[in-house]
């Protein structure tokens, strides 16, 4: 329920959203039409902003960890949401997010860590059978990739159940006590540190997939409909991490 509720708010809590809401009003509402039309523009040109989101996602975004500086563990883990399934071709597809494999795969290759861990259920409320981890793992394993490297686990459909798993899972290991490699997109990094630390469990962060980059250029005072995607993942996790410290699981 949680998992569908969440699906529902995600859509209420989107700029472009608030943009359309703002119009719709201004047609309704004829002796304030003036007024929320220049609202709805208003809320367009912040949200569009490339220089707004790039300082806030800065400074919300855990940052990337060299590579010099990763720790030589057991266990790495690569929390999913960055792949899809398409059943009329019967082939996988990479999409935004598709860092956390492939850096998880780097990660891996620099013997940094010994077993990777893909952790990820179904992202869809009406195929629950297609699973993301596994599909993944099947895709590495048509290219050659050794499946003793890779541990799955495919019942998490967020990330609250995505550290409730992998706790599970490194405990039939016997590694429960062992430090783990967290690896996700920077943006999403806040809340999933604080949901496996409140399973107990020790984790180094590497963040990827940062949406924005230090620099600023002249370019960044143009409006930009980038602006407003990355504003919807922001939200988004806001949302989340809120929602998550409500129901307990931070």
Not at 75 to 87: F, K, N, P, Q, R
Not at 131 to 143: G, H, M, P, R, T
Not at 218 to 236: C, E, F, G, M
Request: aromatic share 14%.
């Amino acid at each position: 329920m949680f998992f569908i509720l969440s699906k529902l708010i995600s859509f209420l809590f989107t700029p472009l959203s608030w943009v359309i809401v703002l119009f719709i009003i201004s047609i309704i509402w004829k002796k304030r039409k003036r007024g929320f039309r220049i609202a709805s523009i208003i809320v367009f040109f912040i949200f569009s902003s490339p220089l707004l989101v790039k300082v806030v996602s800065n400074s919300w975004e855990v940052p990337m960890t060299l590579d010099d500086d990763i720790p030589k563990t057991k266990v790495g883990v690569v929390l999913g949401g960055y792949a899809a399934y398409d059943t009329s071709i019967e082939r996988i597809s990479f999409r935004f997010g598709g860092d956390r494999i492939a850096h998880g795969l780097r990660v891996l290759g620099l013997d940094k860590i010994d077993h990777l861990i893909l952790s990820g259920g179904s992202g869809f409320v009406t195929r629950p059978d297609l699973k993301e981890s596994i599909y993944v793992a099947e895709y590495l394993d048509q290219i050659g990739m050794p499946k003793r490297k890779f541990w799955i686990e495919s019942e998490s459909k967020n990330t609250y159940e995505n550290a409730v798993y992998t706790k599970a899972l490194l405990e039939e290991k016997g590694l429960l006590n062992e430090p783990i490699i967290l690896i996700t997109s920077g943006y999403h990094m806040p809340r999933s540190i604080a949901c496996f630390k409140k399973q107990g469990l020790n984790v180094i962060p590497y963040s990827v997939d940062s949406m924005t980059i230090e620099d600023y250029s002249l370019n960044d005072i143009i409006p930009n409909a980038q602006a407003l995607s990355y504003w919807n993942v922001l939200i988004h996790e806001w949302v989340g991490y809120v929602s998550y410290w409500v129901m307990g699981y931070l």
